[in-house]
């Protein structure tokens, strides 16, 4: 199985920067695509940014420019910068792995809070 643990999810004021971490653990043979996913109370979960193991992006229109994600592969890891916070930023951020175990899956982490408040 694949564990991914997520970390880095804060209080921060409005314009500040927050940096999400996601480990991937377990029995791996390789990672695929990987991303960041983010559900605000009564909202359904949406994408924010995903990224190939060769490292091509795509990211929401409502965090280009402000949003960046990379990947380290030797550590099985994903980042998202995050820079000029909003409100409306705030939610659970979720990160998603694309996995060949036994077969190639879809995993996800268990989330980190993000809020952004004055």
């Known amino acids: 199985q694949v564990q991914l643990v997520e970390s880095g999810g804060d209080l921060v004021q409005p314009g500040g920067s927050l940096r999400l971490s996601c480990a991937a653990s377990?029995?791996?043979?390789?990672?695929?695509?990987m991303g960041w996913y983010r559900q605000a109370p009564g909202k359904q979960r949406e994408l924010v940014a995903r990224i190939s193991r060769g490292g091509s992006t795509n990211y929401a229109d409502f965090v280009k420019g402000r949003f960046t994600i990379s990947r380290d592969n030797a550590k099985n890891t994903v980042y998202l910068q995050m820079n000029s916070l909003k409100p409306e930023d705030t939610a659970v951020y979720y990160c998603n792995a694309e996995a060949l175990v036994a077969g190639i899956g879809d995993y996800w982490g268990q989330g980190t809070q993000v809020t952004v408040s004055s």
């Open positions: 377990g029995s791996i043979f390789r990672l695929y695509a």
